[in-house]
């Protein structure tokens, strides 16, 4: 009987977890779209106002080049890529820096705004 019910339980979570895996599958990962030309909108995720200076650092992955680009007043931007796949690394004094990975591809008739927020050192 206890053998019967553990079997039962087994199977129940083996076909929720397929019917979660499928739902998942199913979904675009939230990810960023490939984009040509991009500004950056970077803030204070506790209070919501722009980071007053800082730099975006764009490097292509398993490659040795770099661009820097400054954040002035929350923004970073319009700066153009390539189409690679770039490490984006959010950096500012005070805050976590923050690293996402997109892709570029090259096409820079469309501007592409992409929010963040870092998180204080300290809270």
């Known amino acids: 009987m206890i053998a019967a019910m553990r079997s039962a339980r087994v199977g129940f979570a083996a076909i929720l977890g397929a019917g979660l895996l499928a ?3 199913a979904q675009p990962a939230g990810a960023i779209q490939p984009f040509g030309e991009f500004i950056i909108h970077v803030t204070d995720c506790r209070t919501g106002q722009p980071i007053p200076s800082g730099e975006v650092d764009m490097s292509v992955i398993h490659q040795f080049a770099v661009g820097v680009s400054p954040i002035v007043n929350g923004v970073a931007g319009p700066a153009g890529i390539g189409a690679n796949h770039y490490r984006m690394t959010i950096l500012a004094p005070g805050y976590r820096r923050l690293q996402r990975v997109v892709k570029g591809n090259g096409d820079f008739s469309t501007t592409t705004v992409l929010d963040y927020c870092l ?4 809270p």
């Open 23 to 25: 739902l998942v599958a």
């Open 119 to 122: 998180h204080p050192i300290n």
